[in-house]
């Protein structure tokens, strides 16, 4: 979205803003406006002596907006037109209803509740106005969203109980928290990993246990955080899937080297860490994934399929 | 820049404060700063003022003065101008400075947060509020064109790729614009169809075209939502499961487990788990390898069966 050029286009909409304020507040000091309205003085300064010159057509005694500043005092008189601020744009107003949308659904966050309020304020206020906006990013880690923004916030050192993709077995790691970050339908706490000795991204969801401790954090974040998607490294395998249309989903969301569209199917190579992890989501594709390359991870799937069906035989009731 | 301020505010003024609708060349005359000796000129500038207050959200009203004369002339109804009375606790001015920071839309909510602290009587408590370390992104795609559609009612027609299938033109009267656990979607009443169907926004493509005149649908149904853009089951599936999970993973499947666990056989617990969309919920099964299996009913433990026996006949 394109923003709209400084200059006197920004500076009217200030002022619709300002007035209706300094009509209820007369004698504010600049320094006040200054700080309510982040604008420096000789900016509202002056954008309070061209308002001297405005009025209504006739623009005689009794058609003028009156200003007066004495020392570091201001007021504003005969400007009733302007006792109400200027109404919400459009885009205002659904740039708000998302933003408030967005975090009012997420649950166990501390603005949850009192944005639930607002929306619901500002939908009856705008009525007809108010485009149609709904946004659920629930998702099974949200618990752990306000003690890991907490423990960002105060720069302190978490302790994870934590499951990778790719394993069964939980594991015990220190991480540094840099940020907490939604991406796909998941969130991330983002971080430097102990364990791992580099930069890390944690899901929400895989968290077992998140424990604060009373250590500062020692790694300071990188200037450019990377978003949480997967990125390959040099000694990356690559892994070749024939998908079929129900598993094209995994071409927006994994970074993918190559893309061969077939009559009914699309074959893609990717990088993966380990032959585990892809392992798991060919699993998880049920099917509507064919491992192509390379023969380790055939086997490896084979395998995971087999071990699964037969628990399915030994629990058998 | 100065000159162009005073021109707007007394503009603004002018239209507001005036009793009949005022024409160019009323406006040419009287309204202070437009007053150039050349018509044309001041024509132009006339009009570059006006789009550029009504994309500022100032409701510049175009009237024709009576049915034999084309003659255009303009006013500005203060009850339309005018904020509608809201004013929010602090505390939920507050969040929505959080929100809006969180979801990196400051920038372009700035201007309209603080119209509202000033309805609040508090203008600057934005300002006030800590940098949360919370991120989301939250850029639609077609955004823009999708909510301005949306708010003046008129139809639009796109480009859309079903998965798997053909992409076809769809004409659509946007109702909702839905986000789903990070995917976007357009709800809407689809023309061909005759029927309100939900679009996934990264399918659609090339761009999003208005058809048509504003006002060309009535107010849509009040009940859309989220529910919109979720997958039904067939009628008559199971819409829970029992699944066994092993200890490593019980904690993780707890979390979507209605109620709490209980002893199954051997070393497996038992949870009870909604199912809204099959194939979702065999995908979620599946993720956890051997450690997570369908008990029952019957028909989704086999379709997960299935896919197994799939997966191991195509990989041996």
Redesign the interface.
Known sequence: ?T??PA???Q???R????V??LL?HPGATLDELS????APRDELT??LD??G?????G?GGGDLVEVSIFGDRVTVRMAD?FS?????????????L???H???SVEG???SV??R??VA??E??????A???????????DQW?APA?QA??NGAVVHLTY?SASK???TERDVE???????????YLQGYCHLAQGPRDFRL??I?DLRITDRSVTVSPPEQPSPPVYEPGPDDLAVTLEL???A?WVT?WAVIDAVQDRK?SKRVTLRTPSVEWAA?V??????DA??LAPPEL??R??E?????????E??A? | MTDRLERLINLVIALRETRRAMTAADIHERVAGYGQPDYQAFRRMFERDKADLRDLGVPIETVALDASDDRSAYRIDPRRYNLPEVALAPDELAALAVAVQATGLADEAEGGLRKLEVAAGEPGTARMVKRSPLGISLDAPHREVLVAAQVSRTTVQFRYRPLGRDAATRTVDPYAIVNRRGRWYLVGFDHDRDDRRAYRLDRVEGVVRPSGDPGAFAAPPSDIGVEDVVPTPPSGAPDAAQVLATDEVAWQVARRARGGGEPGPRRWTRFTVGVRDPDEFASWVLSFGPDVCVEGPAELREAVMTRLQAIREASS
């Open positions: 979205m923003r709209r200059g006197a286009l500076r009217l909409e002022v619709l803003t300002m209706p304020w209820e700080q309510r309205f982040g002056e954008d061209i308002l010159y405005c009025g209504i057509p623009y037109f109400r601020p200027l109404t919400l744009s459009v885009r205002e107003a659904v740039t708000l998302l933003a408030a967005a975090l009012a966050l501390a603005e009192p944005l309020r607002a304020a500002l009856q206020a705008l009525g007809a106005q485009a149609r906006v709904a946004v659920d990013l629930r998702s099974d880690g969203l923004r960002v916030a499951r069964a077995e939980v928290p840099w940020s907490v970050v939604g991406s796909g339908g998941g969130w969801d895989r077992k079929a249309p129900a094209w927006e009914a798991r060919v699993l998880q594709l049920g099917g064919t491992v055939r086997q799937v084979a995971l399929a087999a071990q699964t069906l037969s628990t399915y030994q629990a009731i």
